[in-house]
């Protein structure tokens, strides 16, 4: 009893451990994901498992799982076998962290509650060390204020203090921190509430991402018209559009504004090394690359090139096409049904769908809100990254959808 006791804590610990560090350096919070499958090995050595769990089929579609499957299958026929080998071993938890469904030990009420906590109290400390350094800078360069907003204290910039952060994913941790921050389940006082979600809203500006500011506004919208009545709803939403249209004469100078504007069109706009919103900076848009991803994958529809195929056939189709910047910084596809479509084909793209629409229907039919807003952020953020393929969506992917695969009792 006292040993289950110890694992089921150490668990607890680990996971609180994973998500503080998450926001902060992400390899780091491997360590946290690392132990909680040791000691979930151990517990189910000790106490044994649910081990019938193996047997249902949504095991195998709506957790991590699903990821990894089109892995193992693309490896067959990968050209690269040591560069397959190595994709397999950065996916593994996709497929270790679901071992922590079938233990019988854990409260995952309680997994819930320390992975919440973790992740807001990271996220408060990432953003208060953040703001203060960036505020700092600017401060010192003694620029008027109309330059708070430029290239030099926003997106990249703002987040360089964390190395290796990308602000887009930072920005989907605090995203889904305000929910988290809001439920029941997190007993702080609102006051603090209100606190946190202020700091948040200020450094996601500062985060400069367009596909964030596009989930953010999706989540207001959905949280709204679930908690409080329509015609309300709409009041704030108006309310909030009304102050963006005032303070917009302010704005359209900054390179936030343009980024949001003439950005997106650049983006969405077939173009190859021509200027984006920074004028001194060269680059090909997004369109010009799926453009390229897509006529790839007209080539081999159905399994694909095989796993980490991506980078290399793609910068040897944009040498072909002239995209010598796509080809010099190696871009990946940069949306990640495109890349799934690369390495694995129809088949790939067959998986990730069925992970959505598995655990969209599993929240829509289990009442599960934290679960559909999880796996709505996540399908948006596929649009514009190549999300599930790097540590830092891995991470957080793996350890929060093992997570939500239940639905504790809060009540």
């Given at each position: 009893?006292?040993?289950?006791?110890?694992?089921?804590?150490?668990?607890?610990?680990?996971?609180?451990?994973?998500?503080?560090?998450?926001?902060?350096?992400?390899?780091?919070?491997?360590?946290?994901?690392?132990?909680?499958?040791?000691?979930?090995?151990?517990?189910?050595?000790?106490?044994?498992?649910?081990?019938?769990?193996?047997?249902?089929?949504?095991?195998?579609?709506?957790?991590?799982?699903?990821?990894?499957?089109?892995?193992?299958?693309?490896?067959?026929?990968?050209?690269?076998?040591?560069?397959?080998?190595?994709?397999?071993?950065?996916?593994?938890?996709?497929?270790?962290?679901?071992?922590?469904?079938?233990?019988?030990?854990?409260?995952?009420?309680?997994?819930?509650?320390?992975?919440?906590?973790?992740?807001?109290?990271?996220?408060?400390?990432?953003?208060?060390?953040?703001?203060?350094?960036?505020?700092?800078?600017?401060?010192?360069?003694?620029?008027?204020?109309?330059?708070?907003?430029?290239?030099?204290?926003?997106?990249?910039?703002?987040?360089?203090?964390?190395?290796?952060?990308?602000?887009?994913?930072?920005?989907?941790?605090?995203?889904?921190?305000?929910?988290?921050?809001?439920?029941?389940?997190?007993?702080?006082?609102?006051?603090?509430?209100?606190?946190?979600?202020?700091?948040?809203?200020?450094?996601?500006?500062?985060?400069?991402?367009?596909?964030?500011?596009?989930?953010?506004?999706?989540?207001?919208?959905?949280?709204?018209?679930?908690?409080?009545?329509?015609?309300?709803?709409?009041?704030?939403?108006?309310?909030?559009?009304?102050?963006?249209?005032?303070?917009?004469?302010?704005?359209?100078?900054?390179?936030?504004?343009?980024?949001?504007?003439?950005?997106?069109?650049?983006?969405?706009?077939?173009?190859?090394?021509?200027?984006?919103?920074?004028?001194?900076?060269?680059?090909?848009?997004?369109?010009?690359?799926?453009?390229?991803?897509?006529?790839?994958i007209r080539e081999r529809p159905i399994l694909?090139?095989?796993?980490?195929?991506?980078?290399?056939?793609?910068?040897?189709?944009?040498?072909?096409?002239?995209?010598?910047?796509?080809?010099?910084?190696?871009?990946?596809?940069?949306?990640?049904?495109?890349?799934?479509?690369?390495?694995?084909?129809?088949v790939g793209l067959f998986f990730i769908f069925?992970?959505?629409?598995?655990?969209?229907?599993?929240?829509?039919?289990?009442?599960?809100?934290?679960?559909f807003t999880f796996v709505l952020i996540l399908?948006?953020?596929?649009?514009?990254?190549?999300?599930?393929?790097?540590?830092?969506?891995?991470?957080?992917?793996?350890?929060?959808?093992?997570?939500?695969?239940?639905?504790?009792?809060?009540?």
């Amino acid at each position: 009893m006292r040993n289950s006791y110890s694992l089921e804590a150490l668990s607890y610990l680990s996971v609180l451990v994973a998500m503080v560090l998450l926001p902060l350096k992400t390899t780091i919070s491997n360590f946290g994901i690392i132990i909680l499958i040791v000691v979930s090995v151990f517990s189910l050595i000790v106490n044994g498992g649910y081990w019938y769990k193996l047997k249902k089929k949504e095991f195998y579609l709506s957790t991590s799982l699903t990821f990894f499957i089109p892995i193992l299958i693309g490896y067959v026929y990968a050209t690269n076998f040591e560069k397959g080998l190595s994709e397999a071993i950065k996916n593994v938890f996709y497929l270790l962290v679901p071992i922590v469904i079938l233990r019988k030990d854990l409260k995952y009420k309680e997994l819930l509650f320390w992975s919440s906590k973790g992740l807001i109290y990271g996220s408060v400390v990432s953003m208060v060390l953040l703001l203060s350094i960036n505020l700092y800078n600017f401060y010192i360069s003694e620029l008027p204020i109309s330059k708070l907003l430029s290239y030099n204290y926003t997106s990249l910039s703002f987040v360089s203090p964390l190395k290796d952060m990308h602000p887009f994913y930072l920005g989907t941790y605090y995203l889904f921190m305000l929910i988290l921050l809001w439920q029941p389940i997190i007993k702080i006082k609102k006051g603090f509430k209100v606190a946190i979600t202020t700091l948040t809203i200020i450094c996601l500006v500062f985060i400069n991402s367009r596909n964030i500011f596009f989930i953010g506004m999706l989540l207001l919208t959905i949280s709204l018209f679930k908690s409080v009545k329509p015609l309300k709803s709409l009041v704030i939403l108006g309310s909030i559009i009304g102050v963006f249209l005032l303070v917009k004469p302010v704005l359209k100078d900054t390179y936030l504004y343009n980024k949001l504007s003439k950005g997106t069109l650049w983006e969405l706009t077939d173009n190859v090394a021509t200027n984006n919103t920074d004028s001194k900076k060269l680059s090909d848009s997004r369109m010009a690359r799926w453009k390229v991803a897509l006529e790839l994958i007209r080539e081999r529809p159905i399994l694909g090139y095989g796993t980490s195929s991506e980078k290399q056939i793609l910068e040897k189709r944009y040498t072909e096409k002239g995209m010598r910047i796509s080809a010099n910084q190696r871009f990946d596809a940069h949306n990640q049904y495109l890349s799934y479509s690369l390495q694995y084909g129809f088949v790939g793209l067959f998986f990730i769908f069925i992970f959505f629409i598995s655990n969209l229907r599993r929240s829509l039919f289990k009442k599960h809100f934290l679960l559909f807003t999880f796996v709505l952020i996540l399908s948006c953020a596929c649009l514009t990254e190549n999300y599930l393929t790097r540590n830092m969506g891995i991470n957080f992917v793996a350890l929060f959808i093992t997570i939500l695969y239940f639905k504790p009792n809060l009540r």
